[in-house]
């Protein structure tokens, strides 16, 4: 596998993670730099491992399962998005921001990693090697999570409330995305 298709393919399963980090990074007030800091590690580790256990399980069994239920990844994604657009219309003036917990960010990261687990038991399946890919995966997951932040904190300063509905829907549609692919 050469270099232009491990990229490609790390960004294909990279979209969720770019979604949810610039919905997340929408919301108001914005995660603070150190909460960015923490998600994007969270969610590079957890793209890596999935990607590793999905190569060592490798066999049919887990992909098809995994395969059956990328509606989880769907369903998480449209329930974020749904606080995300209730809490923008409340008075409160924190809305659904903040600190995001280290719990939360797990959760997120194994809801957006589904498809690399599978990724990486198709992989096994071809006896295609898994460590250079590993490392891009990681690599691209950090890049694409830094970048929905940094856009999103951008973004917001110039739309704000708007900027919180907009993501929440966004995030709904990644999530439907799921349910009919």
Known sequence: MNLTTMILL??????DVLALATALALRRPPPSLSHCLVCITLWSATATTMLLTGWLAGDMLLTEWLAEHRWLAGAGLV???LQMIFASGS???SGSGGPISIAGCLVHGLLVSIDTCVL???LAMKRLPILQLA???SFV????TLLG??????FQQTTGRAAEIAAGVFLLAVGGWHFWV
Do not use: K
């Open 10 to 15: 790390s960004l294909s399963v990279s979209v």
């Open 79 to 81: 329930w974020i998005g």
């Open 91 to 93: 008075p409160r003036t």
């Open 120 to 122: 990486g038991a198709a």
């Open 135 to 137: 490392i891009i995966v």
């Open 141 to 144: 997951t950090a890049t694409v």
């Open 149 to 154: 932040f940094g856009f999103a904190r951008h």
